[in-house]
C-alpha cells in the first residue's frame, strides 16, 4: 500500500482527480481540511487544547467551537495562529497515522492518499511516501474559482497569495506536460496489471503527464 500526499493551487482540479481515482482503485482518500474540522470537534484532545488556549468564549451555545469568533481572535492576535497550528497540525496528522494503522489492518487497501493544500509546508513529505502535484496554469484556476466557487477577484488572489508560487512547486517537483486524463486512464491500466502480475507497489509514471508531479 502507498500513502500519497496530494497537492497544487487552489482551483487545480485535485478533487476532480482524486474522485477518478477513487472510482478506480481500492483506495482510502482524505482531505486535511475535513479533518481539521474533525480534530476541534467536542470531547477531541485539539477541542480541549484550544479552549484552553483561547477561552470559553470561542465556544457557542451548543459546546461546538465558533468559528468566526475563533478567526476574529487569531486576527487580533496573529501570535495566536502559530499556537493554534501547533494543536491542529499534530492532531491531524495523528489522525491519519490511526487511519494508516486501520487500512494496512484491512489488507485490501491499496493507495491511502490526504489532499493538503500545504502539504509541502506541514511537513508531509517526511511521513508519506510519494507526493504529488497537480497543475493548472493560474488564468485556469482564476476562471474556475470565479465561475464555480462565485469567489470575487479579491478574494483569489488573497487566496492564490497565500500559497506556493508556481515556481516554488518547480523548484520540488519534476514537471511534465500531457492531458491529465491520458495520465490517469494510462495509470489506471499500469497499476491493474501491477495487481494481477504482482510485480510491486510502486506506481508507475506514463512520460510526459500534465498535472502530475513526484518529490
Known amino acids: 500500500m502507498r500513502f500519497i500526499g496530494i497537492t497544487g493551487g487552489v482551483g487545480a482540479g485535485k478533487t476532480e482527480i482524486l474522485k477518478y481515482i477513487g472510482q478506480h482503485y481500492k483506495c482510502e482518500i482524505y482531505l486535511a481540511d475535513e479533518i481539521g474540522h474533525k480534530v476541534k470537534e467536542p470531547g ?7 479552549v484552553a488556549l483561547m477561552g470559553d468564549g470561542i465556544l457557542a451555545p451548543d459546546g461546538q467551537i465558533d468559528k468566526p469568533v475563533m478567526a476574529a481572535k487569531i486576527f487580533a492576535d496573529p501570535t495566536l495562529l502559530e499556537q493554534v497550528n501547533a494543536i491542529i497540525h ?10 494508516l494503522a486501520e ?6 487497501v491499496e493507495l ?4 493538503a493544500a500545504l502539504l509541502i509546508e506541514s511537513g508531509y513529505e517526511h511521513i508519506v511516501d510519494e507526493m504529488w502535484y497537480i497543475y493548472a496554469r493560474e488564468d485556469v484556476r482564476r476562471r474556475r474559482l470565479s465561475e464555480s466557487r462565485g469567489y470575487t477577484p479579491e478574494k483569489i ?10 515556481e516554488e512547486f518547480r523548484q520540488l517537483f519534476r514537471i ?6 491520458s495520465w490517469m486512464r494510462e495509470l489506471c491500466a499500469g497499476w491493474g496489471n501491477l495487481r494481477k502480475t504482482g510485480a510491486g507497489d510502486r506506481l508507475p509514471y506514463p512520460a510526459g503527464t500534465e498535472g502530475f508531479q513526484q518529490l
Not at 90 to 99: E, H, M, Q, S, T
Not at 103 to 108: I, M, S, V, Y
Not at 112 to 115: A, K, M, T
Not at 157 to 166: F, G
Open 90 to 99: 499534530p492532531a491531524v496528522k495523528k489522525y491519519l497515522a490511526d487511519r
Open 157 to 166: 488572489e488573497k487566496i492564490i497569495a497565500s500559497q506556493l508560487s508556481e
Open 176 to 181: 511534465f506536460r500531457l492531458p491529465v486524463i
Open 103 to 108: 487500512a494496512k489492518n484491512k489488507g485490501d
Open 112 to 115: 491511502f492518499f490526504v489532499e
Open 44 to 50: 477531541t484532545e485539539g477541542y480541549h487544547a484550544l
